[in-house]
């Protein structure tokens, strides 16, 4: 008896043997639940990154760098998988405070808080920040801003590239710096909600003001997607990065319709993947299926998506070392040199 009409393939049993973990997510994806998600994302990825003609942009949220996973982060964007980053400020900001040398400790989540408060210990769930080096790292911010002309306006990408090279220079190996080496764009829409706006807050005060422009900010972030032939995604968790890049989709529509005179055009993302925690049911961005999207026009009809419902830090690095041991490489990541050169 052949399969049913509704059937999408066969379900295969995992038996266990020595395989690369390339080989063992490309099995998981004959499988079931979230196992299979896992797996057919992971096709998805190799699929996006073949895809010669196709911007990759990588949407980040959530604690990733106290949780020990943004070198992960930083070796994405050096060997260039992804052309664009979309980054909460947590996410670029806490992982200075690692490349500047000081330690996050493991702890327990019932820990005393109170004594952590007396002992000027910050709490991440499951791990601990010194509080007095954690101002240090939103000190190395302050003076960075210092160094700027004072009243100059940015967008958060024009900023953060000034600040990767300010932290490169320095020696200080961080996200940002590794993506002003590899001419990789990092905006983040909501960058004060973190050290940045601590940062920013101490300049101010001693009379150093510089301007990040939100609307040039998204202007550049649509100019990026306009001039790009395809769109695609990695979204780590969901919140507003994810929603900027969706919105960067969204505008190619506005511009199309009202300055091009193109009637229902869409330049939506052809291959996107989410890791999130997050459930749909509650009508947040963040749990919004990638099928929800398709009603906007963020997602194409007939793209590649997979949803994984797992914790990042589990994902990321098996998908990381999945990659290196498949030997998968991006086929022709995006030349985004004249936006550095010449910002519209």
Known sequence: MGAPYFAVGEVKSLSVKRRSIHELL??????????RSLGEA??????????????VFLGLAGSMSTAGMWRIIKWLIEERYVDVVVSTGAVISEDIYEAMGFKYYKTHPCVNDEELLRYKYDRFYDTVANEEDYRKMEKLIQEFIETLPAGKTYSTAEFLHEFGKYLNEKGINSIVAAAYRAKVPVFSPALVDSGYGMGALLAYRRGHRIILDMVRDFYHIVEIGRRASKLSAIYIGGGVPKDYVNLATVAQTLIGEYEEGRHDYYKSLEYVVQ????????????????EEAVSWGKVSPKAK??????DATIALPIIAHALVDGGIKRRRPADLSWFFNNPP
Request: proline share 2%; net charge negative; aromatic share 14%.
């Open 42 to 55: 992971y096709r998805v990825l190799i699929d996006m990154f073949n895809d010669e003609d196709n911007l």
């Open 26 to 35: 490309l099995e998981m994806a004959d499988t079931a639940f979230q196992g």
């Open 275 to 290: 890791f999130t925690t997050d459930a749909p049911q509650w009508g947040g961005l963040s749990g919004a299926t990638l």
């Open 305 to 310: 998506k997979k949803v994984v419902y797992v």
